[in-house]
């Protein structure tokens, strides 16, 4: 059963504090993405993966990082330098296809205490 | 989002068709697509259109593309009460080595027993 798994489904974090936002994909996909997600805001590209080992900002990286040491992991940690960190994050990977369609986890919401 | 442009509320009757409409500027856009989203989910794929095409249908999904005035719609027919939903709309634009997706703020379809 192939597809995109992100946890926790809620998280909380303190002042200060770092958290990692986990997204495992088993399609085979060489690109990954995060997205953070406000209302009446869209979808915000904030870094993406084209392949193991890079990766690149996107549009909203300040206050994040990332890493792809494997191919199947694109985990996301939001760090105590990003000020207003309350958001849906979704994390997505794109097929090698002629269309590059994107498909996306369920999503993480993370919550400031 | 300011690239791609759709109204952000739509209500229909249950059983009547449900038209969202989309507007883009990128006349380079080589892929257009239509993902649903439904409260505290992930983003689904629903379909997408080549920018060489009209038309495209899919079961109870039509989608249009008028590539002069740089126009998509997404139409439902017969909608249900599962159709509730946000409907994004999402270009893709070449960024250097990579293909972006623009997107637009989504349209909420609330459908009306």
């Known amino acids: 059963d192939g597809g995109i798994t992100q946890s926790p489904k809620y998280l909380f974090r303190k002042e200060g504090q770092n958290v990692t936002l986990s997204c495992e994909q088993n399609?085979?996909?060489?690109?990954m993405y995060w997205y953070r997600q406000d209302p009446g805001q869209g979808l915000r590209l904030i870094y993406y993966?084209?392949?193991?080992?890079?990766?690149q900002k996107g549009d909203i990286a300040e206050g994040y990082s990332v890493s792809r040491e494997k191919k199947e992991s694109f985990p996301l940690t939001v760090t105590s330098a990003q000020k207003n960190p309350t958001a849906f994050y979704l994390c997505?990977?794109?097929?090698?296809?002629?269309?590059?369609?994107?498909?996306f986890g369920p999503g993480t919401r993370l919550l400031v205490l | 989002g300011e690239d791609v442009e759709q109204s952000l509320f739509l209500s229909v009757r249950e059983g009547d068709s449900s038209v969202i409409n989309c507007t883009y500027t990128?006349?380079?856009?080589?892929?257009l697509y239509w993902y649903k989203q439904e409260p505290g989910a992930g983003l689904q794929l629903l379909t997408y259109?080549?920018?060489n095409m009209d038309m495209k249908q899919d079961q109870r999904l039509t989608v249009l593309l008028n590539k002069k005035d740089k126009h998509l719609s997404l139409r439902i027919a017969d909608t249900q009460t599962g159709d509730s939903a946000i409907y994004f709309c999402?270009?893709?634009?070449?960024?250097?080595?990579?293909?972006?997706?623009?997107w637009g703020l989504g349209t909420s379809l609330a459908v009306n027993p």
């Open positions: 993966s084209q392949i193991v080992n890079d990766f």
């Open positions: 999402a270009e893709s634009k070449n960024a250097g080595n990579n293909r972006k997706l623009i």
């Open positions: 997505a990977s794109r097929d090698s296809g002629r269309a590059q369609t994107q498909y």
């Open positions: 259109i080549f920018s």
């Open positions: 399609l085979n996909h060489d690109a």
């Open positions: 990128d006349s380079s856009s080589t892929y």
